[in-house]
């Protein structure tokens, strides 16, 4: 048997000037070539799997693979995006490169921890930004029938320019511009909804009969026009949509454009009369859409999260 000369190393001792905190994958490359050029022919890593909150490399979980500890931040292909277009990526990598630097030994639950926050602000940028891109693509597609791809690009350089050259002046603005806009849509699709369902004296005086309303604590059956139960989807999906609201960009907007905690109690008052509007015009949109289907203005909808078997 061939006699063989190798090295055995964690990889996390493998740190680089490359190198956030501790060895990452890509100081492998660095250790093959000292390797080639000491006549070394093997090299033994301890378990690189991820361990989760267990600092043991022999505590894999057989549910993931490589751990999140060993990647480095910077050389991901979307780093340089982030990097530029997200404030508080910027801000949180910075903090990361000045409260880890190297040592002989690494607290790794803050490592793993700050990691894995980089990580999650990286991947839920680019998608959440990639997906404005797209609506516009799809919007300007549909409408007035403009190559998708093209109107994605326009919409693109039209997105990252005003919000580039304005700040948060400019998502401000454009948030005001919004609201008005949607203010408008509200009162004429209520107009031609009524319109649609036959006017307001519809019916020929004759009023019919009021249906029971449901229990609160139950949903509606629209096809059959009775109560129904809410199910585990159904309660887990509204959970979600509704916790997950006050992470929103433009919900974080309205913190951020606090001046003075005074103001509070005014802002609380406009937020408050706001949703009485909006929350009441919903409904009004809601009956109309009643009045088009049973005028037959558009197609009943027998569907949704209580479909009829």
């Given at each position: 048997?061939?006699?063989?000369?190798?090295?055995?190393?964690?990889?996390?001792?493998?740190?680089?000037?490359?190198?956030?905190?501790?060895?990452?994958?890509?100081?492998?490359?660095?250790?093959?070539?000292?390797?080639?050029?000491?006549?070394?022919?093997?090299?033994?890593?301890?378990?690189?799997?991820?361990?989760?909150?267990?600092?043991?490399?022999?505590?894999?979980?057989?549910?993931?693979?490589?751990?999140?500890?060993?990647?480095?931040?910077?050389?991901?292909?979307?780093?340089?995006?982030?990097?530029?277009?997200?404030?508080?990526?910027?801000?949180?990598?910075?903090?990361?490169?000045?409260?880890?630097?190297?040592?002989?030994?690494?607290?790794?639950?803050?490592?793993?921890?700050?990691?894995?926050?980089?990580?999650?602000?990286?991947?839920?940028?680019?998608?959440?930004?990639?997906?404005?891109?797209?609506?516009?693509g799809k919007l300007f597609n549909s409408l007035f029938g403009v190559d998708y791809m093209t109107a994605m690009i326009l919409g693109a350089v039209v997105i990252v320019g005003y919000t580039i050259m304005g700040g948060f002046r400019a998502v401000s603005t454009t948030d005001l511009i919004q609201c008005i806009v949607m203010s408008m849509a509200l009162m004429v699709v209520v107009w031609f909804g009524v319109g649609e369902a036959g006017g307001c004296g519809c019916g020929g005086g004759q009023r019919p009969e009021p249906a029971r309303l449901p229990d609160l604590i139950q949903g509606y059956n629209a096809a059959e026009g009775s109560a129904a139960t809410y199910g585990t989807l159904c309660i887990v999906s509204t959970m979600a949509w509704g916790l997950g609201y006050f992470g929103m960009p433009h919900i974080l907007l309205r913190f951020m454009a606090i001046e003075d905690e005074k103001k509070l109690v005014l802002s609380r008052r406009i937020a408050s009369v706001w949703v009485v509007i909006a929350m009441t015009v919903s409904i009004v949109i809601g009956m109309v859409g009643l009045g088009m289907t049973k005028a037959g203005g558009v197609e009943f909808l027998s569907g949704g999260s209580e479909r009829r078997r």
């Open positions: 048997m061939k006699k063989r000369t190798g090295v055995v190393v964690p990889l996390s001792a493998l740190y680089t000037k490359d190198s956030a905190a501790c060895g990452d994958f890509l100081a492998l490359k660095n250790l093959a070539d000292f390797c080639e050029k000491a006549g070394f022919s093997v090299v033994q890593l301890l378990p690189v799997n991820d361990t989760g909150t267990q600092s043991s490399p022999y505590s894999g979980l057989s549910a993931f693979a490589l751990h999140p500890l060993f990647i480095r931040i910077n050389a991901l292909p979307e780093f340089e995006a982030a990097l530029k277009g997200c404030k508080q990526f910027a801000s949180a990598y910075k903090n990361f490169e000045k409260n880890f630097t190297y040592k002989r030994r690494f607290d790794y639950d803050a490592v793993v921890n700050e990691k894995n926050q980089l990580l999650h602000l990286l991947y839920n940028y680019i998608p959440y930004t990639a997906s404005g891109f797209e609506a516009c």
